[in-house]
């Protein structure tokens, strides 16, 4: 779910990614250590709804318990597995020996140390890739409305379901392609009329006192600019920021969204299709199983790095951010999604390949609203849930009830199944820092089909190039759930999925204000130290009836 969350803002105002209360204060976020590991934080104190993590592992401790590495899958864009905060926590295959070119471990997959890549081959990797809507408008155009009309009715009456998600996906792809072929004219102009803000501050600080006294412009571009300049005004980010630090921002923030719509032209391009050159499969076939290579990190890595750093980062040199299961997780990379939508294909081979090679929990940080090869995966998921393998899945980012807006891959088969088809999937939203507006504006939810709420927005972790930055979506809240059902299972390694579920949502910290009861079966954001308490009290030495009563450390929820 590689989303800029940024807003249209043309004429209709900023809304950017960095821009929380908190950054009303003097401290400057990339500063501001408490800031970066807020995710962490005991509600019972701090009355910020972060998860606890330190308390959680005194209370494990306490209890006499020894922990057991347990190995966290990120299916993802790609891993910097040589990161200064990563390295020290990443998997390695104990059966193969590095760079000699050989299938030691008989897998079928060459050189596979710290995972694979489902998305490369012997010609690279592919960066850009379609979203899943092109490939099914690209596809099942000719077949439902090509230049025999008596054979396109013949064939929609023989294929009524692939008919409705071709439909559904010509709806979207229109959408979507002219939302983007905008967002790349809004955000291209605007970065060009930096110069003309800069020009019009005079030097002067971004104030509503500085913008009072610039004097209308009849020349168009300072018009536009000193409408933009008004709107970001009231944006934390940049208020009382100096003309140097404006123009710094504002280009930084413009790169974001530019660099966000232009590989669009690519995803949205009918005719665009880099899967044979590239990686060289049948991709028809779901059958096959050895392609990719192992370049763990590929082209765009940051999405999978900060991913991997909120699970089992490490404190390095002057960083102070580490994952929610930085003392016992290990990270097996296994590449999976490009810069557009994950293929079904590579969705499943990804989940079958990190569950043969010992992962116990899979961060699946992606999604999308159709899937031709849906059955192939589920059959993963029915794969993953016989070994025991618990798969923690972002619930999307587009603000809609995902009951109504599917986001693939989803453990309901039907939405008005009262239940999941598997027992092993943990869907989660994110939750902001902020009480009264807790539910993440971008965060998807849904009281029956998605399980929790985490932490996922000014999320701090690490990226590329040995660096590290703020990111959100319940891309990033995935993680810290993934990371927190990675701590349960270390040190009570006989946790089964569908109790690790059950613990995390029972003891979640509730909320009573706008309605966030409803977007979850929690109706709250988790706490790993009461998870940690009621996985103890109720699974504990065997134990594998569930308790009619919580533990009593967690039967009073916190409401606020």
Do not use: C
Not at 369 to 395: C, H
């Amino acid at each position: 779910m590689k989303k800029v969350l940024l807003a249209a803002v043309f004429l209709a105002g900023f809304s950017f990614s960095y821009a929380q209360e908190s950054q009303a204060k003097s401290i400057d976020p990339k500063e501001d250590k408490d800031l970066m590991t807020w995710y962490h934080k005991d509600f019972s104190t701090s009355k910020v709804y972060g998860v606890n993590t330190a308390n959680a592992y005194k209370y494990l401790e306490s209890k006499g318990l020894k922990p057991k590495t347990v190995v966290v899958g990120v299916l993802d864009s790609g891993v910097q597995v040589d990161h200064p905060g990563l390295v020290k926590n990443v998997w390695s295959n104990p059966n193969e020996v590095p760079g000699n070119g050989k299938d030691d471990d008989g897998n079928g997959y060459i050189d596979d140390v710290h995972g694979w890549n489902f998305i490369g081959g012997k010609n690279g990797d592919i960066d850009i890739d379609n979203m899943e809507v092109t490939r099914v408008v690209a596809k099942y155009k000719p077949v439902f409305e090509g230049d025999d009309s008596t054979k396109n009715k013949a064939n929609q009456s023989k294929m009524p379901e692939e008919f409705a998600m071709y439909m559904k996906a010509k709806e979207l792809f229109t959408a979507k392609s002219a939302e983007a072929k905008q967002g790349f004219q809004t955000y291209t102009k605007i970065n060009s009329l930096i110069p003309n803000m800069v020009k019009l501050l005079g030097g002067k600080p971004v104030t509503a006192a500085t913008l009072e006294g610039i004097k209308p412009s009849t020349a168009q571009d300072d018009a536009i600019a000193l409408q933009v300049l008004g709107q970001v005004s009231t944006n934390p980010e940049f208020q009382g920021k100096s003309a140097v630090e404006f123009e710094k921002i504002m280009k930084e923030q413009m790169k974001e969204a530019i660099d966000h719509f232009a590989p669009q032209a690519k995803q949205y391009d009918l005719s665009y299709d880099p899967r044979k050159e590239i990686v060289g499969d049948n991709y028809d076939d779901y059958s096959e199983k050895s392609y990719g290579n192992n370049d763990y990190e590929g082209p765009d890595a940051e999405h999978g790095t900060h991913v991997a750093g909120i699970i089992a980062g490490l404190p390095q040199g002057k960083e102070i951010q580490y994952g929610v299961a930085s003392k016992v997780a290990k990270i097996m990379s296994v590449r999976t999604v490009p810069n557009g939508d994950e293929r079904d294909k590579d969705v499943a081979n990804a989940i079958r390949y990190a569950v043969d090679n010992g992962a116990k929990i899979l961060n699946m940080s992606f999604g999308k609203p159709v899937s031709p090869g849906k059955n192939v995966v589920w059959d993963a998921f029915k794969y993953a849930e016989d070994k025991g393998v618990l798969l923690v899945k972002a619930a999307g980012n587009e603000n809609e009830d995902v009951a109504e807006h599917l986001a693939f891959p989803t453990n309901f088969k039907n939405v008005a199944d009262e239940k999941p088809f598997v027992n092993n999937v943990l869907v989660v939203g994110a939750s902001t820092n902020r009480n009264s507006d807790l539910r993440a504006s971008f965060s998807n939810y849904n009281k029956k089909m998605v399980n929790v709420f985490a932490p996922g927005e000014q999320i701090y972790s690490t990226v590329p190039k040995n660096e590290y930055k703020y990111l959100q979506g319940t891309s990033m809240a995935s993680p810290v759930v993934a990371g927190a059902a990675a701590v349960l299972l270390a040190y009570m390694p006989e946790l089964k999925p569908d109790q690790i579920i059950e613990a995390l949502v029972k003891s979640s910290n509730l909320s009573a204000e706008n309605k966030f009861p409803d977007y979850s079966q929690a109706g709250g954001v988790i706490d790993l130290q009461k998870a940690a308490e009621y996985a103890y009290t109720n699974f504990y030495k065997g134990k594998s009836s569930v308790s009619k009563k919580p533990a009593k450390s967690v039967k009073k929820a916190v409401k606020k």
